[in-house]
């Protein structure tokens, strides 16, 4: 299985600042990366596919890069809306697995 | 609009058995590739399940933790998604998302509450 793992755990920032979660993968993963947010009590929110392909509908501050091992979702200034949890996920091989979530508070 | 909605969850005891149901509208589902994924309370994401689409073959997938415990189908003529789970054990307890695999998995359902207890 292809284990994630993503840092840092939890990150404090504030509205405005720009943030970087990264995401490494135990074995090679190709672009075959995703990233979601949820937020407590709802479901998770496709943000981005393909490493670094926004998913329809979300706004261009998020960013994603990354092949094989490294990866590393960006939001460029941060908006009331974005505190949230954010997890990553590889589609490269089954069984498709997580990162443990990484939950962006609010400094 | 594309919609998913689950139904069907509960509390069960340890051995028994649960059909979870997400009803599909906007789309057919029988042209996606269909997953179901489960979060256990304050926890992470765990991928369950996949159903791929009529012309990729019907083919089902299961996690590990699952297999030849769970069940995925789909039904065409209500354009909607199940999943049999039987020999239910305390570890599924979760809530259960019907998710389209599309683009890795672009649309989710709300979830419904997966309780095995005695």
């Known amino acids: 299985d292809i284990q994630l793992t993503q840092s840092p755990s939890s990150l404090s920032a504030s509205v405005g600042d720009r943030v970087t979660i990264t995401c490494r993968a135990s074995?090679?993963?190709?672009?075959?990366l995703a990233w979601f947010q949820q937020k407590p009590g709802k479901a998770p929110k496709s943000l981005i596919y393909?490493?670094?392909t926004l998913q329809s509908g979300v706004p261009p501050r998020f960013s994603g890069s990354g092949s094989g091992t490294d990866f590393t979702l960006t939001i460029s200034s941060l908006q009331p809306e974005d505190f949230a949890t954010y997890f990553c996920q590889q589609y490269e091989n089954y069984p498709y697995t997580f990162g443990q979530g990484t939950r962006l508070e609010i400094k | 609009e594309v919609q998913l909605e689950e139904s069907g969850g509960g509390l069960v005891q340890p051995g028994g058995s649960l059909r979870l149901s997400c009803m599909v509208s906007g789309f057919t589902v029988s042209d996606y590739f269909m997953d179901w994924v489960r979060q256990a309370p304050g926890r992470g994401l765990e991928w369950v399940a996949r159903?791929?689409?009529?012309?990729?073959?019907?083919?089902?997938v299961y996690a590990a933790s699952v297999r030849g415990r769970f069940s995925i189908s789909r039904d065409d003529s209500k354009n909607s998604l199940y999943l049999q789970m039987n020999s239910l054990k305390i570890e599924d307890t979760a809530v259960y998302f019907c998710?389209?695999?599309?683009?890795?998995?672009?649309?989710w359902g709300q979830g419904t509450l997966v309780s095995v207890s005695s």
């Open positions: 074995q090679d993963a190709g672009i075959s």
């Open positions: 159903c791929t689409s009529k012309a990729r073959g019907d083919i089902t």
């Open positions: 998710v389209r695999g599309y683009n890795s998995f672009d649309t």
């Open positions: 393909a490493a670094s």
